[in-house]
């Protein structure tokens, strides 16, 4: 335990990245560089840099029935029989600090994959509030059209290098509910992590069901990471979901940080909250390392 704090510490320790002033505000332009309009400007005195050196990084791609799906994948150099970790992003997309994340797994001898799961919907990072990208981009996203991007990555991921008998997810707001569903969905995930996903809901033909709609049949153990003070998922709803896995003897767990709300771990926004951020990466490290994602 105490080289995987040693590992996290290195990680998150890092010196924030140092941004000019005419780069803090600029939009995402590709794969994991920039961010999203609805976000800027970004908090660039509290973002964690995270380097490339001994990775192979960058953008890859593949074709999903006739669509080309990019990614941002990261991966130790020149290494093989790697386990797998999906980073599922926020409603903003695959911009510079889901890329840090993978870049993250990838130090810790991860291959990360990071797709870009709205490119059929459009751009995440074109609109300029959270209330237009949700009604033009999020909400005509249908979970199976994840699902299957998400198998067609982890294959992906099998021929290049990793061994999808160690598979794990991991992700953020959006990406945070993604992780329930797909882990439901993929007897092959191992263990996953869910950061502020929400757990119950409106549902539609597109999103036919929520995280706790899959509970009683969830097989994967998921850490669910939450605040206590986010307004958007009320404490009550993961009660709700503990106690609907409780009851079909998953044995998922859940951290919730009093007084900390939404997007505690999004380093480039004002709703960082740096011990949140780091308590709930060490222990997504050591839950994915307890369950054989290592």
Same mark, same amino acid.
């Given at each position: 335990?105490?080289?995987?704090?040693?590992?996290? *510490?290195?990680? $998150?320790?890092?010196? +924030? $990245?140092?941004?000019?002033a005419?780069?803090r505000?600029f939009l995402k332009?590709a794969?994991?560089?920039?961010?999203?309009?609805?976000v800027?400007?970004?908090?660039?005195q509290?973002?964690?840099?995270?380097?490339?050196? /001994?990775?192979?990084? /960058?953008?890859?791609?593949?074709?999903?029935?006739?669509?080309?799906?990019?990614?941002?994948?990261a991966?130790?150099e020149?290494?093989?029989n790697?386990?797998?970790?999906?980073?599922?992003?926020?409603?903003?997309?695959?911009?510079?600090?889901?890329?840090?994340?993978?870049r993250?797994?990838?130090k810790?001898?991860?291959?990360?994959?990071?797709?870009? $799961?709205?490119?059929?919907?459009?751009?995440?990072g074109?609109y /300029?509030t959270?209330?237009?990208?949700?009604?033009?981009?999020?909400?005509?996203?249908?979970?199976?059209?994840?699902f299957?991007?998400?198998?067609?990555?982890v294959?992906?991921?099998?021929?290049?290098?990793g *061994?999808? *008998?160690?598979?794990g997810i991991?992700?953020?707001?959006?990406?945070?509910?993604?992780?329930?569903?797909?882990?439901?969905?993929?007897?092959?995930?191992k263990?996953?992590?869910?950061?502020?996903?929400r $757990?119950?809901?409106?549902?539609?033909?597109?999103?036919?069901?929520q995280?706790i709609?899959i509970? +009683?049949?969830l097989?994967?153990p998921?850490?669910?990471l939450?605040?206590?003070?986010?307004?958007?998922i009320?404490?009550?709803?993961?009660?709700?979901?503990?106690e609907?896995?409780?009851?079909?003897?998953?044995?998922?767990?859940?951290?919730?940080?009093?007084?900390?709300?939404?997007?505690?771990n999004?380093?480039?926004?004002?709703?960082?909250?740096?011990?949140?951020?780091?308590?709930?990466?060490?222990?997504?490290?050591?839950w994915?390392?307890?369950? /054989?994602?290592?």
């Amino acid at each position: 335990m105490k080289d995987l704090q040693n590992d996290v *510490n290195s990680l $998150l320790g890092a010196t +924030p $990245l140092s941004v000019p002033a005419d780069r803090r505000t600029f939009l995402k332009t590709a794969l994991g560089t920039g961010f999203a309009a609805a976000v800027l400007p970004v908090c660039a005195q509290t973002m964690i840099s995270t380097d490339t050196v /001994g990775l192979t990084a /960058g953008e890859v791609s593949i074709t999903v029935n006739g669509q080309k799906v990019p990614a941002y994948r990261a991966q130790p150099e020149g290494k093989t029989n790697l386990p797998v970790m999906l980073v599922i992003s926020e409603i903003f997309g695959v911009h510079e600090h889901i890329a840090d994340v993978t870049r993250r797994f990838a130090k810790l001898g991860y291959l990360a994959i990071a797709p870009e $799961l709205f490119v059929r919907q459009g751009d995440p990072g074109s609109y /300029g509030t959270i209330a237009e990208l949700n009604k033009e981009i999020i909400s005509k996203v249908p979970d199976q059209q994840v699902f299957g991007d998400l198998d067609a990555y982890v294959k992906w991921a099998g021929e290049n290098g990793g *061994n999808i *008998n160690k598979l794990g997810i991991n992700g953020f707001c959006w990406g945070g509910r993604i992780v329930w569903l797909y882990s439901a969905h993929n007897p092959r995930i191992k263990a996953g992590a869910a950061w502020y996903g929400r $757990l119950v809901g409106d549902k539609s033909a597109l999103m036919p069901q929520q995280a706790i709609d899959i509970a +009683p049949t969830l097989k994967t153990p998921v850490l669910g990471l939450y605040g206590g003070a986010d307004a958007g998922i009320p404490v009550q709803t993961v009660e709700q979901m503990k106690e609907a896995l409780a009851k079909a003897g998953n044995k998922s767990e859940f951290v919730v940080y009093p007084d900390v709300g939404h997007a505690f771990n999004a380093d480039y926004r004002t709703s960082y909250v740096a011990s949140a951020a780091k308590d709930g990466w060490t222990r997504a490290i050591a839950w994915f390392k307890a369950h /054989g994602v290592s």
